[in-house]
């Protein structure tokens, strides 16, 4: 049975840093790409950072010099590291392994509980 649990978030200031855990059983996770992913009130989730199996990081634009994604295979676990924060980043966030097919990254089918993160003053 795979599990995803995240944790960390977490109430901070404009400007401040929060670090993202997501720890990952009953998944191979050394060969697994692994996202980051975020749901604010009244939108639709959206994919924040994805690193595949090598090391190689995608970020959407709106985090791009701000997090980074990082992994460490012998803790089946995923980290994102959040700098700069600014209140649009308020959301609930959440990992996923996801999926390669046909050339593409999808979200697959498992998720974990979340963890709210909320930038405010």
């Known amino acids: 049975q795979v599990q995803l649990v995240e944790s960390g978030g977490g109430l901070v200031q404009p400007g401040g840093s929060l670090r993202l855990s997501c720890a990952a059983s009953?998944?191979?996770?050394?060969?697994?790409?692994m996202g980051w992913y975020r749901q604010a009130p009244g939108k639709q989730r959206e994919l924040v950072a994805r690193i595949t199996s090598s090391g190689s990081t995608n970020y959407a634009d709106s985090v791009k010099g701000r997090f980074t994604i990082s992994r460490d295979n012998a803790k089946n676990t995923v980290y994102l590291q959040m700098n700069s924060l600014k209140p649009e980043d308020t959301a609930v966030y959440y990992c996923?392994?996801?999926?390669?097919?046909?050339?593409?990254?999808?979200?697959?089918?498992?998720w974990g509980q979340g963890t709210q993160v909320t930038v405010s003053s």
């Open positions: 009953g998944v191979l996770f050394s060969i697994n790409p």
């Open positions: 996923n392994a996801m999926k390669f097919m046909s050339g593409r990254y999808y979200p697959g089918e498992y």
